[in-house]
């Protein structure tokens, strides 16, 4: 199986910040990365997909790059409803692992 | 529009053998390039996927639970199910089915269910 490591694993930030969160693989999975963002009780919603693109109808103030075994994901001004928990999972090879998880919190 | 939705019972008694079906709308799952996945998430912790079909009827399986994982679709019905045999406490989470479309998305999943609650408990 392709690990994945998410840092940090919590994080506590203000509206308006910017924020970075990585993820790593334990090999390349090229491009195949994709972010969550999900909130307490509800299903995660996809992000970004392919490492750097974005899913129809997301703020364009999340980005993702990468490429190989290292990612990140950031959002460039952060929006109250931005505070949730982030999961990166790789889709190169099944099991289609995914990382820890990031939870974000309000300073 | 893409729906998924996952059914199933709330709570199951250990070593019985837990069966969820995702039935979905708005797309074919006789696409080529599209699968509906299963991914599972215990109280307070992380993702795991669990098992992925796919339009040709490949099938893969989370490799520490491929003894007790079966998923089958029913492409009449929009429907596809998960059994899960010998059930645990540890395996109280809920579940969630997922939509996964072709390599345009990036073999993302673009389109998840509320979840299904699962308690395993005598």
């Known amino acids: 199986d392709i690990q994945m490591t998410q840092s940090p694993s919590s994080l506590s930030a203000s509206v308006g910040d910017r924020v970075t969160i990585t993820c790593r693989a334990s090999?390349?999975?090229?491009?195949?990365l994709n972010w969550y963002l999900q909130k307490p009780g509800k299903a995660p919603k996809l992000l970004v997909y392919s490492a750097s693109r974005l899913q129809s109808g997301v703020p364009s103030r999340f980005s993702g790059s990468g490429s190989g075994t290292d990612f990140t994901l950031t959002i460039s001004s952060l929006q109250p409803e931005d505070f949730a928990t982030y999961y990166c999972q790789q889709s190169y090879s099944t099991p289609y692992t995914f990382g820890p998880g990031t939870k974000l919190d309000i300073k | 529009q893409i729906t998924v939705k996952e059914s199933g019972p709330t709570l199951v008694k250990p070593t019985q053998t837990l069966t969820l079906t995702c039935a979905f709308s708005g797309f074919s799952l006789n696409t080529h390039g599209v699968g509906v996945g299963w991914i599972r998430q215990p109280p307070g912790k992380a993702l795991q996927w669990l098992a992925l079909i796919f339009w040709d009827d490949d099938k893969r399986y989370s490799p520490s639970l491929k003894s007790r994982l079966n998923i089958t679709k029913d492409t009449s019905k929009n429907h596809v199910v998960l059994t899960m045999t010998n059930m645990d406490p540890v395996d109280t989470g809920t579940y969630y089915c997922a939509h996964r479309p072709g390599y345009s998305s990036g073999w993302a999943f673009d389109f998840w269910g509320q979840g299904a609650l699962v308690t395993v408990s005598s």
């Open positions: 090999q390349s999975i090229i491009s195949l």
